[in-house]
C-alpha cells in the first residue's frame, strides 16, 4: 500500500498539470491518480513528464459521475483529493454559464460527498484507516468580488461574486465549507490569484499578448487596460497548494497571491518589450504598436489583490518568483514552443 494514494482532480488542465509535474518529483512515494474529462482545456501533452511514472496513473472522466468517482475511491482506497476541476474563464461563463454551474457546483458536491461516504461512518466519525485523509478544494480570489483603487483580499473578506464563473466557484467553496461544518470532513481551501506561466490555455489574457504578438496580430485589451490583477507564477501556485494541504488547519482558508499588481495595459507592454528583445520584428517596429482597444468585458471587475500573509506567516510560503522574472520565464517558454511547433 502507497503512504498516500491522492485523487487529483483537473489534473490535465494549466495548473493541475504544473502541480502534478512539482507534485511527483517532490513526492515520488505518492500515488497519483488523475481524473480529468478533458474538455477543451485539458491537454494530456501537457503531462509527458510523468505519463510513464509508475506511481501515477490518469482517468478519463467526469466528477459529476458519482459511480464513477466511487469506482475509484475503491479500486484505488483514496485517502486525499486535491481538486482543480473547474471551468474557469469568465468570458465563457457570460456566454454560457450551465457548464460552469454543472462542474463547479454539481462536481464538487459529488466529490465531498463521495470522500465523506469513503472516509467516514457518521459525522465527526472518521474511520481509523482515513484519519488523516484530507480534502483539498482549489479556489479564486474573483469569489471576493472586485476593490477599488486600494484594499487587499483577506480570508475575512465577505463574498460578492460578480460573474457566473466567480459565483459558481463561490458556491463550490461554500459547500466544502458545509461539508467541513456539518459532517466533520477535513478540508482546507486555497484562493489564488491569477496565475501565468507554462502550459496555460491560450484563450488566457497572456498567451493571448503572446501568440498574437509573435503572428504580427492586433493584441486586444479590454477597456481602457487599466484594469488591475495580482499576477502569481504558477509554480509558485503549487508550491503554496502543496503547504496547505500538507500543513494547513483543518476547515481554513489560506489565500495565495504573488503580490505583483499590474495593470493589464503594464503586462502588455512588458510582453511586448521582452519580445523586442528576444525576437525583434523584421519591420523594426515594437510589439507594443499592435495593442488595440476592445469594448470591456461585461461585469469587468475593477481590481483584485491579495494578502497573502496568512499563508506567509502560518505555512511559511513564499512566492519565489516577481513578476519580471516569471513573464521572462513564461514568454521564453512559448518562443521555445514555438520554434518546435508553429501551433502554441
Given at each position: 500500500?502507497?503512504k498516500k494514494?491522492?485523487?487529483?482532480t483537473?489534473?490535465?488542465?494549466?495548473?493541475?498539470?504544473n502541480?502534478?509535474?512539482?507534485?511527483?518529483?517532490?513526492y515520488?512515494?505518492?500515488?497519483i491518480?488523475?481524473?480529468d474529462?478533458l474538455?477543451?482545456a485539458?491537454?494530456?501533452?501537457n503531462?509527458e513528464?510523468v505519463?510513464?511514472?509508475?506511481?501515477?496513473?490518469?482517468?478519463?472522466?467526469d466528477?459529476c459521475?458519482?459511480?464513477?468517482?466511487?469506482?475509484?475511491?475503491?479500486?484505488?482506497?483514496i485517502n486525499?483529493?486535491?481538486?482543480?476541476?473547474?471551468?474557469?474563464?469568465?468570458?465563457?461563463?457570460?456566454k454560457?454559464?450551465y457548464?460552469?454551474?454543472?462542474?463547479?457546483?454539481?462536481?464538487?458536491?459529488?466529490?465531498?460527498?463521495t470522500?465523506?461516504?469513503?472516509w467516514?461512518?457518521?459525522?465527526?466519525?472518521?474511520?481509523?484507516?482515513?484519519k488523516?485523509a484530507?480534502?483539498?478544494?482549489?479556489?479564486?480570489?474573483?469569489?471576493?468580488?472586485?476593490?477599488?483603487?486600494?484594499?487587499l483580499?483577506s480570508?475575512?473578506t465577505?463574498?460578492?461574486?460578480?460573474?457566473?464563473?466567480?459565483a459558481?466557484?463561490?458556491?463550490?467553496?461554500?459547500?466544502?465549507?458545509?461539508?467541513?461544518?456539518?459532517?466533520g470532513?477535513?478540508?482546507?481551501?486555497?484562493?489564488c490569484?491569477?496565475?501565468?506561466?507554462?502550459?496555460?490555455?491560450?484563450?488566457?489574457?497572456?498567451?493571448?499578448?503572446?501568440?498574437?504578438a509573435?503572428?504580427l496580430?492586433?493584441?486586444?485589451?479590454?477597456g481602457?487596460g487599466?484594469n488591475v490583477?495580482?499576477?502569481?507564477?504558477?509554480t509558485?501556485?503549487?508550491?503554496?497548494?502543496?503547504?496547505?494541504?500538507?500543513?494547513?488547519?483543518?476547515?481554513?482558508?489560506?489565500n495565495?497571491?504573488?503580490?505583483?499588481?499590474?495593470?493589464n495595459?503594464?503586462?502588455v507592454n512588458?510582453?511586448?518589450?521582452?519580445?523586442?528583445?528576444?525576437?525583434?520584428?523584421k519591420?523594426?517596429?515594437?510589439?507594443?504598436?499592435?495593442?488595440s482597444?476592445v469594448?470591456?468585458?461585461?461585469g469587468?471587475d475593477?481590481?483584485?489583490a491579495?494578502?497573502?500573509?496568512?499563508?506567509?506567516?502560518?505555512?511559511?510560503?513564499r512566492?519565489?518568483?516577481n513578476?519580471?522574472?516569471?513573464?521572462?520565464?513564461?514568454v521564453?517558454?512559448?518562443l521555445?514552443k514555438?520554434s518546435?511547433?508553429?501551433?502554441?
Open positions: 500500500m502507497h494514494n491522492i485523487l487529483i483537473g489534473g490535465a488542465g494549466f495548473i493541475g498539470s502541480f502534478i509535474s512539482y507534485f511527483t518529483e517532490k515520488p512515494e505518492y500515488f491518480i488523475n481524473l474529462k474538455t477543451y485539458g491537454n494530456l501533452a503531462l513528464s505519463k510513464n511514472n509508475k506511481h501515477y496513473t490518469f482517468i478519463h472522466g466528477i459521475d458519482s459511480s464513477l468517482l466511487n469506482a475509484i475511491f475503491k479500486k484505488y482506497n486525499g483529493v486535491i481538486n482543480f476541476a473547474a471551468e474557469s474563464h469568465v468570458d465563457n461563463s457570460i454560457s454559464p457548464q460552469f454551474i454543472k462542474t463547479n457546483i454539481e462536481g464538487t458536491f459529488q466529490l465531498l460527498e470522500a465523506k461516504n469513503f467516514m461512518n457518521n459525522p465527526f466519525k472518521v474511520k481509523d484507516e482515513y488523516n484530507r480534502f483539498h478544494h482549489v479556489s479564486t480570489d474573483e469569489v471576493y468580488g472586485t476593490l477599488g483603487k486600494s484594499g483580499f480570508e475575512t465577505s463574498y460578492a461574486p460578480n460573474s457566473p464563473y466567480s459558481s466557484k463561490a458556491s463550490s467553496d461554500f459547500l466544502v465549507r458545509a461539508y467541513s461544518n456539518t459532517f470532513l477535513e478540508t482546507t481551501i486555497s484562493n490569484s491569477n496565475n501565468y506561466g507554462p502550459y496555460q490555455h491560450q484563450e488566457k489574457l497572456i498567451p493571448v499578448i503572446i501568440k498574437n509573435i503572428n496580430k492586433s493584441i486586444p485589451i479590454y481602457n487599466l490583477r495580482d499576477w502569481l507564477y504558477v509558485d501556485h503549487c508550491t503554496g497548494i502543496d503547504k496547505v494541504y500538507h500543513q494547513g488547519k483543518p476547515g481554513e482558508t489560506y495565495i497571491g504573488g503580490g505583483n499588481e499590474k495593470t495595459l503594464e503586462v512588458i510582453i511586448c518589450r521582452i519580445l523586442d528583445s528576444e525576437m525583434p520584428r519591420d523594426q517596429k515594437n510589439y507594443s504598436d499592435l495593442i482597444f469594448e470591456d468585458r461585461a469587468h475593477e481590481r483584485y491579495i494578502d497573502a500573509s496568512k499563508i506567509e506567516n502560518e505555512l511559511s510560503w512566492a519565489e518568483e513578476f519580471e522574472t516569471g513573464i521572462r520565464k513564461t521564453l517558454w512559448y521555445n514555438l518546435k511547433n508553429s501551433n502554441v
